[in-house]
């Protein structure tokens, strides 16, 4: 018996503390700031693809320089 007590009082107590962990409204939930971290990373990571592109399409264009005027090129 004291058995079951002692695990339904544990249980409460961790349910109790889920309950408050994601009731919390004072801005210390750490679901809000996984969020706003992996936003922040998203947004880096969409303008970092962004920068790489735009500078390797002046690198391309100018291996390609001669080409594209109609030049044989010889390696």
């Known amino acids: 018996m004291k ?3 002692f695990i339904k009082q ?3 107590i961790i ?3 889920i309950k408050d962990f994601f009731s919390d409204e004072y801005g210390g939930n750490l679901i809000e700031y996984a969020l706003l971290i992996g936003l ?3 947004i880096f990571f969409i ?3 962004v920068m790489t592109s735009l ?3 002046p690198l391309d264009l100018a ?3 001669w080409e594209d005027f109609g030049a044989i090129v010889k390696n």
Request: proline share 0%; aromatic share 14%; net charge positive.
């Open 55 to 57: 500078l390797d399409w």
């Open 3 to 5: 058995k079951k007590e």
């Open 10 to 12: 544990k249980k409460k």
């Open 47 to 49: 303008i970092v693809g």
């Open 63 to 65: 291996n390609n320089f």
């Open 40 to 42: 922040a990373l998203f």
């Open 15 to 17: 349910l109790d503390k």
